[in-house]
């Protein structure tokens, strides 16, 4: 008998205290009570059947659970068969109630509904208390039945207010009038999501434990069932101590309903779950699938989320996941240089122990994890030591070169908005030894795209950060000035017109009035403020001479390097017709540098990037297919010479100039590119390729901001792309294309057979006419023009 069942009042003995009789009330006082009742309840009904009046009549059809017709979502995968991305309402493995084992619907009511089959659909009193909760401090309420959830998740918000409860009952019974109650269960278990982007809990169990649902166990169905609650809080892969607990109470609750044996109920308690081992590295392809996405929906609309496509792309897994590491740790490297700007929040925690891990989880849901980047709620702090809890609710203890990245924000003096004390949630990176370093996410952004030069496959694209910050994707819809990762385009119209690698040109102080800028009087300087005199292009490109290049471009003219240019798939409305376009004071895209940069790669050939592969419906239809082959001749828009040329010019890069550490790094002699650093460390760039992949590396703030005054493509960018092509050229051998005809070795240096020493180029002309600087009076009466 349960401690609520009533007294059996023919107990001879008596039991208990006899409680007062209702006849011993005088009989006014209790005409007056009942009466009062009377009217109470009287009320209650005319306020329900008003309400019921004006509401029902505003219910939706129920259409989505008469016919439920699960949405089979669009599903992205790469190159080699890799899950990429889900798009669609639920991703899920539908099945029939009559194939749910009964220990997880069991599981189920234990701790959602154990009266679901005898109630109406509505528990009245549990109802109650949440709406009446609604005028004092809101907190969880429970009291929603099984059938009330199916009503919420199929029609209704999460918004906790007195109407949409009034909705929720009314649906309820709408449903409960039209469905049998196992219909009701069955969607309710397909339906419900349950973390690990799983809808239902065959999709649950396969993501959860590896295996199909028949074959769960009672502490297994115990352990999913506990998830709809709170998937994130819940979820025993990220937060395994707090979901055991939850665990455990269902596994008692099913002992209580009698859905197990005291047998059962032990062996559950004591079983050992073993969770379905995650990929040995997860591929963080968000910004890709997005993309995807996005094209997909264009060409296949609403559809796109239930008709169960399946989109494979040209990327690969193992270079998605080089490019996301290596472009997160340059980023990262560069934060751990910044000023720290204190806690990303503060909360108060409570005086009792009890209570810190639920504050903890709640405050943390609106932190999550980013990756590596732990979030963490602070519960000791000092110079030497700090004291935090993770989502996961282990403490960790960070002492030492760990607080090295945060010491402003330990300091006594500390500003208050920017001081670590208890209740701050600060993030944490864990190191190859188990130490922890507190640091914090990002201000910064990045971009990074590589791609197969030949026939234009993308191989892999990270667009910034974190997905979940900012969505906005760099590769594809940044616009940022090139700086000098643009010169080898100017070089390159050069050769057209008689310069070649052994062209002389003094790298000397220049002055242009506000004609040559297009804005006001421009004095350009190298980056290193120093000038070497005369030197040959090769010596110049490696170097990034910037007066070399102004020169250069001031020779072939700008209206036929403007032109030039497009040939790569630059805009030429992008680049404004002045001598500043020499350095890269246009405006580019990552995936218009990978684009240009192939052209030199593949010999002198543009190829569009191509990221879907082919689209198949659900029942492996094929709808779509591009067939990923080598450029045809009508692609070239440069001579296979110039690429050759330009292609000795970006190895010397890598060998002995700007770029030397990518040779030295990776220990091949067929790398090739350039860095680039815009006006005030604004813009880092590394554009290169190896004749297999062509790779393109920016770092920049999203609102421009210089970056340092030390930062540099070379320091920031390349270190990047050395990473990623340390993995991508794993086992590639060495490949440097051979010489085309039309071109001739004089000397050890490369000439067009036409321009061959003593008929091109040699100097850009005689000293005493290049354009040389204006003494100081000079300038400042240039200057007085434009004030």
């Not at 009672?218 to 069932?225: D, F, G, H, Q, R």
């Not at 047998?263 to 050992?272: D, G, L, N």
């Not at 770029?659 to 650093?677: E, I, N, S, V």
Request: charged fraction near 20%; charge should be neutral.
């Amino acid at each position: 008998m349960s401690d609520d069942s009533p007294a059996d009042s023919s107990d001879p003995a008596g039991r208990g205290r006899t409680a007062p009789r209702w006849w011993a009330v005088p009989a006014r006082a209790a005409a007056f009570v009942a009466g009062s009742i009377a009217a109470v309840v009287l009320l209650g009904l005319i306020a329900a059947a008003i309400a019921l009046a004006v509401a029902y009549p505003n219910l939706p059809e129920l259409d989505s659970v008469t016919d439920y017709r699960p949405r089979l979502p669009l599903r992205v995968y790469s190159a080699d068969g890799t899950l990429l991305g889900e798009f669609g309402d639920e991703r899920r493995t539908f099945t029939p109630i009559g194939e749910i084992p009964l220990v997880m619907k069991q599981a189920v009511l234990a701790i959602e509904d154990a009266r679901f089959y005898e109630h109406s659909g509505v528990d009245y009193v549990g109802v109650l208390r949440a709406a009446l909760a609604q005028f004092g401090a809101v907190g969880s309420q429970g009291a929603s039945t099984i059938t009330m959830q199916v009503a919420r998740n199929f029609y209704l918000s999460s918004e906790k207010v007195l109407s949409r409860k009034l909705y929720e009952v009314l649906l309820a019974l709408k449903i409960e009038s039209q469905l049998s109650k196992d219909q009701i269960l069955e969607l309710y278990m397909n339906q419900i999501y349950l973390g690990q982007r799983a809808y239902g809990f065959a999709a649950a169990s396969d993501i959860y434990f590896g295996k199909p649902l028949k074959d769960i166990t009672v502490a297994e169905a115990a352990m999913l069932a506990g998830l709809p609650k709170a998937p994130s809080a819940y979820n025993p892969i990220v937060n395994p101590r707090r979901a055991t607990v939850r665990q455990q109470y269902i596994i008692d609750r099913m002992l209580d309903n009698g859905f197990i044996t005291a047998e059962q109920h032990a062996a559950a308690k004591a079983e050992k779950l073993r969770y379905r081992a995650p990929a040995d590295v997860p591929v963080h392809a968000e910004y890709v699938a997005e993309l995807a996405r996005q094209m997909v929906f264009n060409q296949y609309g609403p559809d796109t989320y239930t008709r169960g496509l399946q989109v494979q792309l040209t990327v690969r897994a193992a270079d998605q996941v080089a490019a996301y590491r290596a472009l997160r740790r340059g980023l990262m490297d560069y934060e751990r240089r910044q000023r720290y700007r204190g806690p990303e929040a503060y909360i108060d925690l409570p005086a009792d122990p009890k209570a810190v891990d639920a504050r903890v989880a709640e405050a943390l849901a609106e932190h999550p994890d980013n990756d590596e980047l732990k979030a963490a709620v602070v519960l000791e702090a000092s110079p030497k030591k700090v004291v935090a809890v993770l989502q996961s609710g282990e403490s960790i203890t960070v002492t030492g070169d760990g607080l090295k990245p945060v010491t402003s924000g330990l300091a006594a003096n500390a500003e208050p908005k920017r001081q670590i004390r208890p209740g701050a949630v600060v993030r944490a990176v864990r190191g190859a030894k188990g130490e922890w370093t507190l640091t914090q996410q990002p201000e910064v952004e990045g971009a990074f795209v590589s791609m197969d030069p030949q026939t234009g496959a993308i191989l892999a694209m990270v667009g910034g950060f974190d997905f979940g910050k900012n969505k906005f994707n760099h590769v594809t819809q940044a616009w940022r000035q090139p700086g000098s990762s643009f010169k080898p385009f100017i070089y390159s119209s050069a050769l057209e017109k008689g310069f070649t690698p052994a062209t002389v040109v003094n790298d000397a102080p220049l002055f242009f009035d506000a004609g040559s800028t297009g804005s006001q009087p421009w004095e350009p300087k190298n980056y290193d403020g120093s000038f070497d005199g005369p030197m040959p292009l090769r010596r110049a490109l490696a170097k990034s001479k910037n007066m070399v290049s102004i020169r250069v471009l001031q020779s072939v003219g700008v209206d036929y390097a403007r032109d030039w240019v497009t040939r790569f798939g630059f805009d030429r409305d992008k680049h404004d017709p002045y001598l500043t376009m020499a350095l890269g004071a246009g405006s580019v895209t990552p995936m218009q540098m990978a684009t240009a940069y192939s052209v030199f790669a593949n010999g002198g050939y543009r190829v569009a990037p191509v990221l879907i592969a082919r689209i198949t419906d659900a029942r492996g239809k094929l709808l779509h297919e591009v067939p990923l082959r080598g450029p045809e001749e009508s692609a070239r828009v440069i001579d296979a010479r110039n690429a050759f040329v330009m292609g000795s010019l970006l190895q010397e890069i890598t060998r002995s100039g700007t770029a030397a550490k990518a040779q030295a790094t990776l220990k091949r002699p067929d790398l090739y590119g350039k860095t680039g650093t815009t006006n005030d460390s604004m813009d880092a760039w590394f554009a290169g390729f190896q004749p297999t992949v062509t790779a393109v590396v920016w770092i920049g703030y999203d609102n421009p901001r210089k970056l340092g005054d030390r930062e540099t493509g070379g320091g920031l960018s390349l270190p990047v792309w050395i990473e990623y092509m340390g993995q991508a050229l794993k086992g590639v051998p060495v490949s440097e294309p051979p010489a085309p005809e039309g071109v001739v070795n004089v000397g050890g240096e490369w000439y067009y057979d036409e321009y061959s020493p003593g008929r091109g180029v040699d100097t850009l002309g005689a000293e005493e006419h290049l354009p040389q600087s204006p003494t100081e009076d000079e300038k400042k009466g240039i200057l007085d023009l434009f004030r």
